[in-house]
């Protein structure tokens, strides 16, 4: 399947400290894309990466794209309480229509 | 930007009772709209996407349908719901197929 796989499932960390979160997925790809989700609520657009870069900034964010791995991380510095989310990869499948979403990385950040 | 109006927030449906989810958007035209399920803990499945009035496409066989009746609106449907249609439901639209998704607050349906 395409849909991308997110490590670990669950993280748990300190306030302050950085937070990784790694996406892998299966084949070619014109973006990824990564999404947060608080609990019961409707996902967030945080970042897109296209297949031409390697690394993207946003605020606290960093977004690194390997297309050679077919992977992608997720950097979230200094972490905040309000961190605390789930947060998912999205890839598209060039010649598909659509965003196939992985199952999550669940992240508790400890005040 | 995009907004994205879902309701209702929750809803408790009994097997085989019809169903009816509406979405609308607000702020953008001629967007694609599409309806996610999200099983508790899991990853999104994509149902339907349609990339213009009347326009749907059915991503996985089952018992519910969709329809786009307005430019911005989107509505999924059951005529009878299983136990296995439960899940959170999500409406989202883009600007254009495969960009960044606006994801409404989605619906918490529970079949009993």
């Known amino acids: 399947s395409q849909q991308g796989e997110e490590d670990p499932q669950a993280l748990s960390i300190q306030e302050g400290e950085n937070a990784t979160m790694n996406c892998s997925y299966k084949t070619s790809i014109n973006n990824l894309q990564w999404y947060r989700q608080n609990s019961g609520r409707g996902l967030v657009h945080l970042i897109l990466i296209r297949s031409n870069e390697r690394e993207k900034h946003s605020g606290r964010l960093r977004v690194t794209l390997d297309t050679s791995k077919k992977s992608s991380s997720l950097l979230i510095t200094a972490s905040r309480a309000a961190d605390t989310a789930s947060y998912f990869c999205a890839t598209d499948k060039t010649g598909a229509n659509n965003l196939f979403f992985g199952t999550g990385t669940r992240l508790t950040v400890i005040p | 930007s995009q907004t994205i109006h879902q309701w209702p927030a929750t809803l408790v449906q009994p097997v085989g009772s019809p169903l009816s989810l509406e979405c609308t958007v607000e702020?953008?035209?001629?967007?694609?709209l599409y309806w996610y399920r999200q099983a508790a803990g899991r990853g999104l499945q994509l149902l339907f996407y349609s990339v213009g009035i009347g326009q749907i496409s059915s991503e996985v066989p089952q018992n519910l349908s969709a329809s786009r009746p307005q430019d911005r609106q989107f509505i999924l449907s059951s005529k009878k719901l299983l136990l296995s249609d439960s899940g959170f439901y999500l409406c989202a639209c883009s600007a254009a197929q495969r960009e960044k998704l606006f994801f409404g607050s989605g619906t918490q349906l529970s079949v009993l």
């Open positions: 702020g953008t035209s001629n967007p694609n």
